[in-house]
């Protein structure tokens, strides 16, 4: 396949898995990974690609820009096969904009990994490139179930979402508060407009109970999917065997077949290098993003 082509949509329900250009036929759903990259992150965003390539390239994969800063990032989608997105995120950029106004919050744009609700998709899993990707994605789809499972997330995230005001809102209580560097679902259950239509009855809340400290995407996921009533589900609760674990720091880690296992001997679909200050070098997982990004980078000098 040239990398100047699409990517054919991809179905697990295909025979063999059988690939084939967007379908309308019956029985098949459009599955997809959506992500968000620039050229200042270009040393996350090939290694990334590179693992996607050696583990999931069967499944099309949707580049969102972050910015204008996207020479380097238009040349990797190219490389890669990836479907760059062009359509300019007017109703994101908006709603950034306005919760979270002013020179010192140009963070706000790591709102544009919502545009992955508009996709062309039957559900996607959008992903963080701060990431590499160990197994095939394909078990992970096909799970979502109104009223039940409508929103798939890896990991949770006790700190970093709400503060301590929280407990004023019924609705804010025993829910899951979860990472959003992962998360898989469909526009059937989540869409753009929700998350619009959220802000403008309950941005008072959410301001009230978010935590500050240059979050901005992960404590507005949340507050959406909670305030909305969205059924939240732990990865390991519905794939088989799936752990919940993708956390670089992780303790207790081995590798067989070049796969990580958690220590439970559970599956590691992929592993996050969440708020790292530098590239990884000596951690259990670095080893893995090391070939990755050589790799990467010997193709992208080609």
């Known amino acids: 396949m040239s990398p100047h082509q699409p990517k054919p949509t991809y179905s697990p329900s295909m025979e063999n898995g059988a690939q084939g250009g967007a379908s309308t036929e019956v029985g098949r759903r459009r ?3 959506a992500i968000v990259g620039n050229d200042k992150i270009i040393d996350w965003l090939l290694p990334f690609l590179e693992s996607y390539r050696a583990t999931n390239s069967a499944l099309p994969i949707y580049l969102i820009p972050y910015d204008d800063n996207i ?13 760059f997105v062009e359509e300019e995120p007017k109703e994101i950029d908006k709603l950034a904009n306005e919760l979270y106004p002013g020179f010192f919050n140009n963070n706000r744009r790591r709102l544009r990994k919502l545009q992955a609700l508009a996709l062309p998709l039957d559900e996607v899993a959008y992903v963080d490139v701060d990431v590499i990707l160990f197994r095939d994605f394909t078990p992970i789809f096909g799970r979502l179930e109104a009223g039940k499972t409508e929103f798939i997330v890896a ?19 025993d829910v899951l508060l979860f990472n959003d560097g992962f998360w898989v679902t469909s526009n ?15 941005a008072g809340i959410f301001h009230d109970v978010r935590k500050r400290g240059q979050l901005f ?11 909305r009533g969205i059924k939240i589900a732990l ?21 067989v077949d070049g796969k990580p296992l958690d220590p439970d001997g559970k599956e ?19 080893p893995a993003w090391t070939e990755y990004s050589k790799a990467a980078w010997a193709r992208f000098g080609k």
């Open 31 to 33: 599955y997809g990974v």
């Open 71 to 83: 020479v380097q990032t238009r040349r990797a989608a190219e490389i890669y096969g990836a479907h």
């Open 155 to 173: 990991s949770p995230s006790f700190e970093y979402v709400y503060n301590d005001r929280r407990g004023a809102y019924p609705f804010l209580r």
């Open 188 to 202: 059937k259950y989540l869409k753009l407009s929700d998350f619009i239509e959220t802000m403008a009855n309950d």
């Open 217 to 227: 995407a992960q404590p507005l996921v949340n507050f959406v999917t909670h305030r």
């Open 235 to 255: 990865l390991p609760n519905v794939v088989e065997n799936a752990s919940h674990e993708s956390f670089y720091k992780a303790p207790g880690i081995r590798f």
């Open 268 to 286: 590691i679909y992929f592993c996050h290098w969440a708020g790292a200050t530098a590239l990884p070098s000596s951690g259990t997982f670095d």
